[in-house]
Every structure is written in C-alpha cells, then in structure tokens.
C-alpha cells in the first residue's frame, strides 16, 4: 500500500486457475480520485499502477465486471470505466515482469508483452519477485543496437559542437568589426580637431609656452 493514501472502496478480481502462482488482485479506490491496482502473493502487496480518474473528490464505489474485462467507478463527478487489463502499456520485458501484473506475461516469440488469457504456457512472469534477470537471458542486447545507439550519440555531440564553434566564431567576427570600427571613429575625430595655436607678442605661435616679457617698475 502507498503511504499516506486514504482509501474509500474496494473491489476483488479472483485469482485465474490459469495461474503459475495464486495471487490476490485487488482495486482501491482512494480519497483524492485514484484507482490502484494491486497485487497480493503470500501476504506482500505491491502497487501495479495508479489512475487518475477524479481530482479532486474521492471514489464512492468500485464494481467489477469479469465479462466485459472493465472496473466500474463512481464519484459525485460521475462514473468511469477502465480497463482493467493493458499490457500493451509494457514495452519491454523488463518493464513488463518488474510490474508483476497478473494479467501480463513476455512472449519470447513475439517479443510483446501479452494477456495471460491467451493461455500460452511460454509466457515469462514471476510475480513473486519480478526478476528481470530471465529477460537478459531470452533477450541479450545487441551489439549492433549499441553500436548504433553510440554512433547516433556521437553525431549529435559533434553537430552540438559544430554549432556552438560557429556561434563563437560568429561572435568573434562582430566583436572585430565593432573593435576596427571605433577605432576608425577616434581616427577621424583627432584629425578633424583644429589645430591649435597661441599668440605671443601679436605673432602666432605653435608652442605651448611664450616667452614672458619682463617690465621694470618704476
């Protein structure tokens, strides 16, 4: 069970003959609008998934229906109906034993995660454990596909860099050209200053300095 989680109602699948392994499964309803979907093997409880069905308000009540393969809920926003079985949402081996849902299995010859009913005796599940260690043995990795996968990784770190160089680059080259140009502004305006001269002795003169003329008092 999750912790700090309310739950309202509750509805119980059976455990299918069909079964490897006696199971419990179990619908929760709880106060925020959430449907869980547990498993019980041997006293433990594990969570499968959780649904969102109604934010905000609480589920009143859970029925079940084996027929149609659906859970009926209900709150004072309305009813909804779910699915109970979607392996299809498990895309992986690994992904689809750590769920120990009972519903589910890995077939070795299709590769896809698929319902219990088809009654195949070659689907892989362990409830119990989850152990995702029969799933590297019926399907190792490909070197190939690891080969590719670091080969693409590569490439978009060599275009990350390429496109950051040429950014720099670019930057460069406009911080250059800003540089050349003030320095051609300064130019200009020192040759466009007047020059500037003084007069000593009503005669003009480019020194900074004249020569001062010493008067006697008398």
Same mark, same amino acid.
């Given at each position: 069970?999750?912790m700090?989680?309310?739950y ?8 299918s +003959?069909?079964?490897p ?15 869980h979907?547990a ?21 009143n009540i859970? #029925?079940?229906? #084996? ?51 088809s ?13 995702m ?11 190939e596909n690891?080969?590719?996968?670091y ?5 978009l770190? #060599? ?11 670019l ?10 140009s ?6 200009q305006h ?11 002795r ?7 300095h004249?020569?001062m003329?010493?008067? +006697?008092?008398?």
């Amino acid at each position: 069970m999750m912790m700090h989680t309310r739950y309202t109602c509750i509805a119980v699948e059976p455990s299918s +003959p069909l079964a490897p392994q006696p199971y419990t499964l179990l619908y929760l309803g709880t106060e925020n609008g959430e449907l869980h979907k547990a498993v019980s093997i041997d006293g433990e409880m594990h969570i499968i998934s959780s649904l969102k069905l109604f934010p905000g308000t609480g589920i009143n009540i859970l #029925a079940y229906s #084996a027929k149609k393969g659906l859970m009926y809920a209900s709150s004072v926003l309305g009813v909804a109906q779910v699915p109970v079985v979607h392996c299809a949402a498990y895309r992986n081996c690994c992904h689809c034993l750590a769920a120990r849902d009972p519903h589910c299995g890995w077939n070795l010859e299709t590769k896809c995660c698929e319902t219990m009913a088809s009654n195949k005796s070659d689907l892989l599940q362990d409830l119990k454990g989850g152990c995702m260690s029969q799933c590297l043995e019926v399907d190792p990795p490909n070197p190939e596909n690891r080969q590719t996968f670091y080969k693409r990784k590569l490439g978009l770190l #060599a275009s990350v860099c390429l496109f950051t160089s040429f950014v720099v680059l670019l930057m460069l080259w406009n911080w250059i050209r800003l540089c050349k140009s003030r320095i051609g502004h300064r130019r200009q305006h020192v040759r466009n200053i007047p020059e500037q001269r003084t007069v000593c002795r009503n005669e003009p003169t480019s020194e900074l300095h004249c020569e001062m003329k010493v008067i +006697p008092l008398t």
